[in-house]
Nanobody, 115 residues
Framework: QVQVVESGGGLVQAGGSLRLSCAASGSIVSTNVMGWYRQSPGKQRELVATITRAGSTDYADSVKGRFTISRDNTKNMVYLQMNSLKPEDTAVYYC?????????WGQGTQVTVSS
C-alpha cells in the first residue's frame, strides 16, 4: 500500500506563485511515475504534469512555461512550482502515485487564484 499526502495550497492573487508538495509513503516501488492533476467545480479531473523517477516530465499545454514539476527520490517527494497563476488555475490539486496499473490519489489541496 502507498499513501500520498499533498500540502501547500492556498489563496493567491493572479500573477502570484505557490508551491505544492506531495509526500509518498508505504511500499514505494522505485520505477514509479508521480503526477499532479486538478479538478475545478463542474469539470473533469485533468492532468497538470507528470514526472518519472528518471526526471522525464510532461505538462498540460495550459501550464507549460508557468508550472514546474520536480521530485526528490531520496525523500519520496514531488513538488509543483506554480508561477504566473491565473484565476482559471483555481482548482483542487491532487497528487497521484502510479506504478503500472496501480495508482493512488491524495486527498487534494485547494488552490484559489483571485483576480
Amino acid at each position: 500500500q502507498v499513501q500520498v499526502v499533498e500540502s501547500g495550497g492556498g489563496l493567491v492573487q493572479a500573477g502570484g506563485s505557490l508551491r505544492l508538495s506531495c509526500a509518498a509513503s508505504g511500499s514505494i516501488v522505485s520505477t514509479n511515475v508521480m503526477g499532479w492533476y486538478r479538478q475545478s467545480p463542474g469539470k473533469q479531473r485533468e492532468l497538470v504534469a507528470t514526472i518519472t523517477r528518471a526526471g522525464s516530465t510532461d505538462y498540460a499545454d495550459s501550464v507549460k512555461g508557468r508550472f514546474t514539476i520536480s521530485r526528490d527520490n531520496t525523500k519520496n517527494m514531488v513538488y509543483l512550482q506554480m508561477n504566473s497563476l491565473k484565476p482559471e488555475d483555481t482548482a483542487v490539486y491532487y497528487c497521484r502515485y502510479t506504478y503500472g496499473l496501480y495508482g493512488v490519489w491524495g486527498q487534494g489541496t485547494q488552490v484559489t487564484v483571485s483576480s
